[in-house]
Structures are given as C-alpha cells and as structure tokens.
C-alpha cells in the first residue's frame, strides 16, 4: 500500500490531468502538476480495464506503487503525479526504467 504522504487525493486526479505536464511511455504516460500548498510529491494510478482482468490491473497497481515508493524517496519537490497505464508488464526493471525517464521529463517540464 502506497502510504498516505504520498498518495493523491482523488478530487485532485482531473485538475492534474487537465492541467499538467505529460510524459508518455510504452506502458503509460505520467502527468506531473507543480502545487506550492502540499510537501513533497503525491502520486495517484488510473488503471482500467484495457490493461487485462483484475488479477492483471492490481498486479500492475502493485508494480506501480513499488516503483512510486522507491522514487518518492529520493524526490522532495511538491509535485502531483497521476500515472495512467497502457498496457501490461510482468518485468519489474523495464517498469521502473520507463517511470524514472517520464518522472525526470516531467521534472524538466515543469521547470
């Protein structure tokens, strides 16, 4: 489980997307929202049911709050991100490859 610090409120999923910097990969695309009112960064996941049945969406959830959590750690900038996945993957370094290239372009984007 994603601990609380760092998860996003649900009121604020559509003003990240709406508003914030995007950064697409092969497996998702992650959007980032720059908010001054919060410390250190949120995350939030949007997996539907594109990605497979439900065994595969909450593996992928899993998957995405590991990589999230281990990120989280090294970032201290009060940042929202909102993470929508495409598409399904069981291999774990090519999900946190991917998430740490989007996190840093949207990192740069928001600067």
Do not use: W
């Not at 610090?5 to 980032?32: C, D, H, S, T, W």
């Not at 009060?78 to 490859?97: C, G, H, M, R, S």
Request: aromatic share 10%.
């Amino acid at each position: 489980m994603l601990p609380k610090k760092f998860r996003l409120p649900p009121k604020e999923f559509q003003r990240v997307y709406k508003r914030g910097v995007k950064a697409r990969g092969e497996y998702g695309m992650l959007i980032g929202l720059k908010d001054e009112t919060i410390e250190g960064p949120k995350f939030g996941f949007v997996v539907n049911s594109k990605i497979g049945n439900a065994v595969q969406r909450h593996a992928m959830t899993r998957r995405l709050r590991e990589v999230a959590v281990a990120q989280a750690g090294e970032l201290e900038s009060p940042i929202l991100f909102e993470y929508v996945a495409f598409k399904f993957t069981k291999d774990q370094a090519v999900l946190e490859k991917e998430f740490a290239t989007q996190l840093q372009q949207v990192i740069k984007g928001l600067k």
